[in-house]
């Protein structure tokens, strides 16, 4: 509806260093110009990012395993246009020791800046359904399960909705790629990491991946990519290009 949204996930440590412990929601009503936060305080007051100075903010925060600290939001379109059921749907890693683990939320559109009327994936029921639980966080599941041992910053996804192909197209990278460093180390770029491709008919899956490198380097294996991102408006020749940053 012309608003523009915006999670910022947010580290423990100020210097911007560190585990992420949380999310920040931010928005920006259409025709306006500052950033609000999602309870109505200014984004623009700096004070307010950091906990030990009073600020309490976000609307992720030490969730169990830190989960849904870092949220991609899948893509529709131009304003969310390409959207037919009215939800907008959020794709987080489970926390930072189960980033292999993939989470899914969704919300209506009107109630995104409202946690309480968010709504966690919980699993495919027999018949292929998904089933949600409301505001209750602990009970999510896993709606895709990439492969174990990659760095803690692995597998936060880009999901772009291909119109013209009727499918979901999902891009993510390993980070820290098994042997080349400990999973857990907050560098984790030692070496370059892998990039992984898949589609779906919905945004619960299933998941299937058609492209998997485990050596994603580019032009150049010194190169460090990771966080691939597809971009929503450069789809072209009927949805079979599409275009990766």
């Known amino acids: ?42 984004a623009h007051d700096e004070d307010r990012w950091f906990l030990n100075r ?10 169990p395993n830190y989960a849904f600290s ?24 489970n926390g930072r020791e189960e980033a292999h683990h993939l989470n899914l939320a969704r919300v ?7 946690r309480t009327k968010w709504e966690y994936f919980v699993r495919l029921t027999d018949s292929g359904e998904p089933e949600w639980v409301v505001n209750d966080i602990a009970k999510r599941g896993d709606v895709h399960c990439f492969p174990e041992g990659w760095g803690w910053y692995s597998w936060s996804p880009s ?4 119109k013209e192909l009727g499918l979901f197209i999902m ?6 790629r098994p042997g080349t460093g400990p999973v857990m180390d907050s560098y984790m770029h030692y070496e370059t990491g892998g990039l992984m491709l898949l589609w779906a008919e919905n945004p619960w899956g299933p998941w299937h991946t058609f492209y998997w490198d485990e050596v994603w380097d ?10 691939p991102q ?4 450069w789809i072209f020749d009927g949805g079979k290009t599409m275009y990766l940053l």
């Open 70 to 93: 870092f949220i991609s939001i899948a893509q529709f379109g131009q304003d969310y246009q390409e959207n037919k059921d009215g939800y907008v749907y959020l794709f987080s890693p």
């Open 230 to 233: 597809l971009s929503p408006k």
């Open 54 to 63: 009073g600020g309490n903010q976000l609307i992720f925060h030490n969730e």
């Open 1 to 42: 509806d012309g608003n523009l949204y915006q999670f910022i996930s947010h580290t423990a440590e100020e210097n911007g260093w560190g585990w992420f412990d949380g999310a920040q929601l931010i928005w920006r009503p259409k025709g306006k110009v500052d950033w609000q936060r999602w309870n109505g305080t200014s």
């Open 108 to 114: 209506k559109k009107e109630f995104l800046l409202d």
């Open 159 to 162: 999901v772009v909705w291909n």
């Open 171 to 176: 891009a993510c990278a390993g980070t820290q």
């Open 218 to 227: 580019g032009d150049d294996p010194g190169n460090r990519l990771y966080m």
